[in-house]
């Protein structure tokens, strides 16, 4: 049986520089300049006022597991060689919530509210992800 490659980002252009940050293992988001609120995902307008004057800034990259859940069974897919993984909403200290990974422990032992902080896993040259592990705080 043949496994399909892993899917990579579809970039649209107002989310490259997300993108772009990832490679250089740094997480960036959005903050509105209007109303100050921080944005995730990269959109081309405020969510909570509608401005389009919108910046990117660094993210601390720590925050807490808000869900998750462990795949066990995943195939055939892309994923195999991953079972089981770990695939959660992360609350940053930002205020905003990210669909990631939890890597760097065992799946059984992450748990909601648990610290994590950023790492990055590279895929090839051109995409660089942000996952989360458990913080070291």
């Known amino acids: 049986m043949e496994i ?3 899917p990579v980002p579809i970039v649209n252009d107002w989310a ?3 993108w772009d940050a990832a490679k250089e293992q740094r997480l960036v988001i959005q903050k509105c300049k209007d109303c100050e609120k921080h944005i995730f995902y990269p ?3 405020c969510p909570h006022c509608s401005s389009d004057n919108v910046e990117w800034v660094d993210a601390s990259g720590k925050g807490t ?3 998750y859940t462990v795949v066990e069974s995943n195939s055939p897919s892309a994923f195999l ?3 089981p993984y770990v695939v959660a909403v992360v609350r940053l200290e ?3 919530q990210m669909l990631s990974n939890v890597v760097g422990c ?3 032992e992450v748990r909601c509210d648990m610290p994590v902080e950023v790492t990055f896993e590279k895929l090839d040259d051109e995409f660089t992800l942000p ?3 458990p913080a070291t705080r």
């Open 81 to 83: 060689k991953d079972i």
């Open 43 to 45: 959109r081309i307008a």
């Open 94 to 96: 930002e205020g905003v």
């Open 16 to 18: 490259r520089p997300f």
């Open 4 to 6: 399909p490659k892993k």
């Open 65 to 67: 597991v808000y869900s």
């Open 131 to 133: 996952k989360f592990k």
């Open 106 to 108: 065992e799946p059984g």
